[in-house]
């Protein structure tokens, strides 16, 4: 088990220390230089030369390389000449925005696959089981950003049901005094209904959008486990004792099929995280991914670096936890035994 | 070949399946004879017409300029047809052969490449696409390697797997108990057996090319204004998408939607078919 844990570790390790290299070597590569891009085309050779000391591009590259990654860990991450403020604090102002969408969009992805998955495996319906795998492929196949611009334009301009591309509340409505961050969450706190209810109604749309990715991959997974699970005699067994069918299903189809989907924790936070560059800027979204894209389009690659720095780190984390959780809760993974081997 | 036709019929036989052929097929049609059935320019700009809904003259409008969409939809089809096809053909043969090496000689190669793919897989893969684009001076070409690069990985690992499976299997140790050398073991006993897998792999991934494309499309990193690629024709049909021009946008996304939808069952359908205990599913 400890080995096990720090074999991953050791491999995490490696994997955000290339994911360091690749974003360092990535600022490197860009064409020009980047102390003129900040200090503007009107200014002197001086001025460029003593904002390219300052930037430390003089030093030889494995100094930029230490300073890099020793700035990125300490919390200092640059300056973004198209906002005129520090990453830091650009991040900081927004990245609740987006925890609060993934929160959500993850929930509306995890309570749908189960449903839908067991919709499809329950009965044995062909039809039903037909529809729910087109909802899968549909889900695969369509970009977020295409999903998020159909449900505004049928349930926001022609039914009129949900509010349009205004960001997190209705121009109106003022943001609830802040504690977490998260808009549902603070005007619970502040006993403010009216505000919770806005913010939620905004918040559907889009996490229904970036969930609608990661749902059809989860439903997939889970449809086929359970598929395979319902075949094994353990089921048999307490059918033929007698136990209904929705219990079995639930008590011991359900828990062994739904094992494996923890593994597929990263690939979620993946889509979220990927899903959130492509969603926020349809919906208005004032999250990090709307300011990655606005970043990407005005080339402040401070900002874009890291991001990508980010994201790879918080995907080696959570696989890594999601293995080390999965070594916790199956005991074939316990003790060393192959997974397969049944 | 009675077998082959079962097959066949497993994989195209049932009523969704044919309707994504079908669906596939339409567009496959559009991209290749687009031009000399529909003779309209897609670059060519006519104020004139700007924003006029879908009509005869032009069955799927016009845009903010008045081009006309439905030659770019074909233009659209042709360019993400093509770079999907060829991100997944390269990436699957740059993949298969890093697999092939790496299964085959084993050690200290096998470790070394095998700790490279699992740096390429600590960025989420349109995270990755994105920096290797931005690296690279963003365009269409510079999107394509992105993809081609998130895609190895996923290659090398299925192929390096079935490579261990099938390298211990008798009729290879039989070659080695012959005398056989390794290149000859490689290339005339590993390598056509796991040859089989690889066009469902490369139809699974491409899929998963062309959506991509339309994403670092979409971001502004892939074909840049005004090549009509899909996803660039969705950033230009976003903002006159809610204001009544949803055809500019519509499209495109259907385009995207239909292809991957379709090649990924088909895909799936295959493997089903070719692999039925899923050992080389994706994930």
């Known amino acids: ?342 | 070949m009675p077998a082959f036709g079962r097959a066949w019929n497993r994989v195209f036989g049932n009523a969704a399946s044919a309707v994504a052929v079908i669906l596939l097929a339409i567009i496959v049609l559009l991209a290749v004879l687009g031009p000399v059935i529909w003779t309209k320019d897609p670059l060519t700009v006519d104020l004139a017409a700007k924003l006029e809904a879908p009509s005869l003259q032009h069955p799927m409008g016009t845009d903010n300029v008045g081009r006309d969409v439905f030659a770019r939809f074909n233009e659209g089809a042709r360019i993400s047809l093509l770079t999907g096809l060829l991100a997944a053909l390269i990436g699957g043969v740059l993949g298969g052969l890093i697999g092939l090496v790496s299964g085959s000689l084993g050690g200290f190669t096998d470790s070394g490449l095998m700790r490279c793919m699992d740096a390429l897989v600590a960025f989420p893969p349109l995270v990755l696409a994105m920096a290797v684009t931005v690296g690279l001076g963003v365009g269409l070409k510079a999107a394509a390697i992105g993809i081609i690069l998130t895609s190895i990985p996923y290659y090398s690992r299925i192929v390096r797997a079935d490579v261990l499976r099938v390298r211990s299997l008798n009729f290879v140790e039989a070659g080695v108990a012959l005398g056989a050398t390794r290149r000859r073991l490689i290339l005339r006993h590993i390598l056509p057996n796991v040859l089989g897998t690889t066009p469902v792999l490369v139809a699974a991934n491409f899929g998963y090319a062309i959506l991509t494309l339309a994403a670092l499309g979409f971001v502004g990193l892939g074909a840049q204004i005004p090549t009509p690629e899909w996803g660039t024709m969705i950033t230009e049909g976003q903002q006159f998408f809610l204001t009544g021009s949803w055809w500019i946008a519509l499209f495109p996304g259907l385009g995207v939607l239909i292809v991957v939808a379709a090649t990924s069952m088909l895909a799936d359908r295959a493997r089903d078919v070719f692999d039925p205990r899923g050992e080389f599913a994706r994930g």
């Open chain 1, 1 to 342: 088990m400890a080995r096990h844990f720090f074999n991953r570790l050791g491999g995490s390790l490696a994997a955000i220390f290339g994911a360091s290299i690749v974003a360092f070597i990535l600022l490197r590569m860009l064409p020009g230089n980047p102390a003129k891009t900040i200090v503007g085309p009107f200014a002197t050779d001086d001025i460029v030369q003593r904002q390219y000391e300052a930037m430390g591009l003089d030093q030889p590259l494995y100094v930029q390389y230490w300073r890099f990654v020793s700035d990125f860990f300490q919390g200092d991450w640059g300056y973004s000449y198209s906002i005129g403020n520090t990453v830091n604090a650009e991040f900081a102002a927004r990245l609740p925005a987006t925890i609060e969408l993934g929160l959500y969009a993850f929930v509306f992805a995890f309570t749908g696959a189960v449903v839908f998955a067991l919709l499809s495996t329950y009965r044995r319906r062909a039809s039903v089981d037909g529809l729910v795998q087109g909802t899968a492929f549909l889900g695969l196949g369509t970009p977020p950003f295409f999903v998020g611009l159909l449900g505004l334009l049928l349930l926001s301009s022609w039914l009129g049901v949900l509010p349009g591309p205004e960001g997190r509340l209705s121009p109106a409505t003022v943001p609830p005094p802040e504690v977490t961050g998260l808009y549902t969450v603070d005007s619970v706190i502040a006993g403010q209904p009216a505000t919770l209810w806005d913010a939620f109604v905004h918040l559907l749309l889009p996490a229904f959008t970036l969930a609608f990715a990661a749902y059809a991959f989860l439903v997939r997974l889970l449809r086929a486990n359970l598929l395979e699970v319902s075949r094994e005699q353990f089921l048999v067994v307490s059918r033929s004792k007698g136990v209904s069918r929705w219990t079995s299903f639930r008590r011991h189809a359900l828990p062994n099929a739904l094992l494996p989907t923890i593994t597929a924790g990263g690939l979620i936070l993946a889509q979220l995280v990927s899903g959130s560059v492509l969603v926020e800027g349809v919906f208005n979204w004032p999250g990090v991914g709307q300011s990655v894209a606005t970043a990407i389009v005005s080339k402040d690659f401070a900002i874009v670096q890291t991001f990508i720095l980010l994201a790879a780190v918080a995907y080696v984390v959570v696989n890594l936890a999601v293995d080390t959780l999965y070594g916790v809760i199956d005991p074939r993974v316990r003790s060393g035994a192959s997974v397969g081997s049944r």
